[in-house]
């Protein structure tokens, strides 16, 4: 049975430990919502949560849109995309909003010096326009496609 679309389902990863779960999870849920929402009823145009074990335990989430939040010392999906994404926003060496939205599969990593600051990242990638642009990359119509 077939669980996500890779080319629409957008993978949100947290870290593994109870610490990030407890910090991050949030976020992330905050983050598909909005992402939920934007799909419109869309049955792929939707976003999963996983923590990073998964997301490296299974192939086939690797071929799909990432949004990785949480710091590299605490999200190793995060550590691994920190040095291949460019900085898009970043505010006072407090947080980051990284991304590769021009190369598939998109890439994005939202992390601050501690939760807050996580936190704040997050706030920026929805409510700058980050968010709407990488949907919009993502979300396009294709052949064959019913809307």
Do not use: C
Request: hydrophobic letters at 45%.
């Amino acid at each position: 049975m077939k669980l996500l679309d890779a080319e629409e389902t957008v993978v949100l990863v947290v870290g593994a430990t109870s610490t990030a779960e407890e910090r991050d999870r949030p976020l992330a849920e905050r983050i598909k919502g909005e992402i939920d929402r934007r799909g419109d009823g869309h049955v792929w145009r939707r976003a999963v949560i996983v923590n990073d074990q998964q997301y490296f335990n299974a192939q086939g989430l690797q071929r799909s849109t990432v949004i990785a939040i949480g710091g590299p010392g605490s999200n190793a999906a995060a550590a691994h995309f920190v040095d291949r994404l460019d900085t898009v926003f970043a505010q006072d060496d407090r947080f980051w909003v990284q991304a590769s939205l021009e190369i598939e599969p998109r890439r994005v990593a939202l992390w601050g010096i501690n939760s807050d600051a996580t936190g704040e990242s997050v706030s920026v990638f929805i409510e700058h326009g980050y968010l709407e642009d990488l949907l919009g990359r993502i979300w396009r119509v294709r052949p064959g496609m019913m809307m």
